[in-house]
């Protein structure tokens, strides 16, 4: 295809990959026309105002110029934007199955498997010669006339028959693209759709579907109208290999451009086209051609690695911090000079964190299992094991140098996965902030990008911390208990403060132990940490638990009643919660003991320490450098504590007297 030939691109999905990666090529292709379309309106609204529904270095300046030259759009109508497109981009979310077949481990696909039908319907609502406007002509009598008609399948002469005549119809060739991570073979399953919604049977149902009052008696052998066209699907998989924080960057300027795409001169023809896309601004020798089913393992693979080389780095960090005098930034960075290694995610901190990293490996190990490799499975889920650890022995550093966690204020500094975004999905802070409510600390927390609302939600369901409870005491009328496994308000979040969204089923991970910061150490996989409601409110078991509760709630009498037995009294103020969130890194470390960094936020770096050192309370003040943002050497951590703080630095060994060696 000529780079200069003009394209109608929908994409479906406006979230973190749909919308950067619609600005990007509208931005650097402005004789196409992309069309990102979804059906939260929300979403859609922010993404043509100020107000960015996602923070990502760059965007607003790809972002406006296409807007004002119009060849980029937003829209709720997705039959519409489907319909004028040559190249449909499925970008919606494949999060980890959380029930069914695959639970915990298999990427869930029901979101890309909705809109294959409806593109599929599309088509062939447009190979019938309907429109959209004719849902108004409809039969009043269609029910009847349906059920009134034969549906047995095609005979084996009629199918041949029926593809002879749509081969030599007029052919329109649309090209459906994965650019979401989906797992392997998703290729097949979105054509076994595609093939079942457009077969001579939907043909027929659909046609006396939309049939209209004065029907046309124009119908072929078959039992369809003339078709108008044959509308031709073809899949490809062009998976995004961005970073959040530099996605624009990774975007305009990738290390490579990846299309699995099939054999068939179809195949060859679409992978044509849409490398024909990427050529105006990337040079033709980063657009790399293979198999579909290549393409999407790739996608699984390269992010398995990258998570692999972040935990080996961890698991290093932890060895230095038992040898004096090592330090894990001088071990990576010496090894990282190997040409064969590299730097890059060589950097120890408390974990990876992010939507893909997790997800994709979990992934991997589901398709281990389905393929007869169990020792395979264990070796990728080692890599999510060891993340996890990561943060329990964090804690456990943080416990044992401030001697306990209980009636503790402390300052957490970064909520997010990682610096340059406000996304916070499976960051590391989650577990790091639940485990330390578990302890009985009270947690002020600042993050620049994060907002209150999503913190709440990731610790306690988006509910008031009193409801969260109230709704835990309230599971006791479903026959659950309050230490129950299971999310304690399924109805809004099945990630909330008890039960993991990613549990895993008992024949693949064997129920584990409790540990001392609710958190489950199974054998062969370390489950996250779960606020347990009923450690956070009974602090001390022998005496008589005071609930600070809502009005709304103690006029509830078998609400009270029940939670009564379950030894929790209501006082009927609102005060109490451990968890609050501050507008700066100074306000939240006023009256603490530490303070714990847990994103690499640029600004930490510049913070007047001095000052916070003297907003903290008049005992030992501490800081826990998670990720070596403030404490970056010995030097740093000697005048640190020249200065009258208490320092920890992941991967700091401690430190060495000339003398000894």
């Not at 047995?152 to 649309?174: A, C, G, K, V, W």
């Not at 960075?333 to 974990?351: C, N, P």
């Not at 990731?458 to 835990?472: E, K, M, P, S, V």
């Not at 399924?490 to 129920?511: A, Q, R």
Request: proline share 5%.
């Amino acid at each position: 295809m000529p780079p200069d030939q003009s394209l109608n691109i929908c994409c479906i999905g406006a979230g973190y990959v749909g919308g950067p990666t619609s600005a990007v090529i509208a931005h650097e292709c402005p004789h196409h026309h992309i069309n990102v379309v979804d059906l939260n309106p929300n979403l859609i609204t922010k993404w043509q105002s100020s107000a960015l529904p996602i923070h990502e270095p760059g965007l607003r300046n790809v972002l406006r110029p296409p807007l004002e030259r119009g060849n980029l759009t937003f829209s709720t109508n997705v039959e519409s934007g489907v319909r004028s497109a040559d190249v449909v981009l499925l970008a919606v979310n494949t999060p980890t199955k959380v029930d069914g077949e695959g639970k915990g481990l298999k990427g869930d696909t029901k979101f890309l498997e909705n809109a294959v039908v409806g593109i599929a319907k599309v088509a062939r609502d447009s190979m019938l010669g309907f429109s959209s406007n004719d849902n108004d002509e409809i039969n009043d009598d269609v029910e009847e006339d349906v059920h009134a008609e034969d549906d047995s399948p095609p005979t084996i002469e009629e199918q041949q028959s029926f593809d002879e005549y749509l081969n030599s119809l007029p052919q329109r060739h649309q090209i459906i693209v994965e650019k979401s991570t989906v797992p392997v073979r998703t290729a097949t399953l979105i054509r076994s759709i595609i093939d079942s919604e457009m077969s001579l049977t939907s043909l027929k149902q659909a046609y006396r579907h939309r049939r209209v009052k004065s029907p046309s008696t124009d119908i072929t052998e078959w039992g369809v109208p003339p078709l108008k066209e044959r509308v031709v699907l073809t899949i490809l998989s062009n998976p995004e290999f961005l970073a959040e924080g530099t996605a624009v960057t990774n975007l305009r300027n990738p290390d490579r451009i990846l299309i699995g795409h099939p054999t068939s001169a179809a195949g060859v023809r679409a992978f044509e086209m849409l490398k024909g896309i990427y050529t105006n601004w990337v040079p033709e020798d980063r657009i790399i051609g293979t198999f579909t089913f290549n393409a999407e393992l790739a996608k699984l693979v390269s992010n398995a690695l990258l998570a692999q080389r972040v935990s080996n780095a961890n698991a290093v960090a932890q060895i230095c911090q038992e040898i004096d005098g090592c330090d894990v930034q001088q071990v990576m960075a010496v090894t990282g000079k190997d040409s064969r290694i590299g730097s890059e995610f060589m950097k120890a901190g408390v974990g990876f964190g992010g939507s893909c990293f997790k997800k994709d490996i979990l992934s991997l190990v589901y398709l281990c299992h389905t393929l007869s490799l169990p020792s395979i499975a264990n070796y990728f889920q080692s890599i999510i094991t060891l993340n996890t650890l990561t943060q329990h022995s964090f804690l456990s550093t943080v416990e044992s140098h401030l001697g306990t966690l209980h009636n503790q204020e402390i300052c957490v500094l970064g909520f997010a996965f990682k610096a340059n975004t406000g996304d916070t999905r499976e960051s590391p802070a989650i577990n790091v902030v639940k485990g330390l409510l578990n302890a009985g600390a009270q947690v002020r927390i600042f993050d620049p990008e994060v907002t209150e609302e999503r913190i709440r939600q990731d610790i306690y369901g988006g509910l008031d911390y009193r409801d969260a409870l109230a709704t835990r005491v309230t599971a006791h009328e479903r026959n659950a208990s309050i230490e129950s496994n299971h999310s304690i308000a399924t109805d809004v979040d099945d990630s909330i403060c008890s039960g993991d969204l990613h549990s895993h089923s008992e024949n693949v991970f064997p129920t584990p132990p409790e540990s001392p910061f609710g958190v489950k150490n199974a054998p062969r996989g370390i489950a996250p940490i779960t606020l347990d409601m009923k450690k956070l409110f009974l602090a001390e078991p022998k005496e008589q638990p005071v609930l600070h509760t809502l009005t709304s709630v103690s006029s509830n009498a078998s609400l009270v009643s029940q939670m009564e037995q379950d030894g929790l009294r209501l006082t009927g103020t609102q005060s109490g919660d451990p968890l609050s969130t501050h507008a700066s890194a100074l306000g939240a470390a006023k009256g603490v003991s530490a303070v714990l960094i847990l994103t690499e936020w640029e600004e930490f770096k510049k913070l007047d320490w001095n000052a916070m050192n003297q907003a903290m309370h008049t005992g030992p003040r501490w800081i826990f450098d998670g990720r070596r943002v403030v404490v970056t050497s010995e030097e740093i951590k000697r005048k640190m504590e020249d200065k009258g703080w208490n320092v920890w630095a992941v991967g700091m060994g401690r430190k060495i007297e000339e003398t000894m060696i």
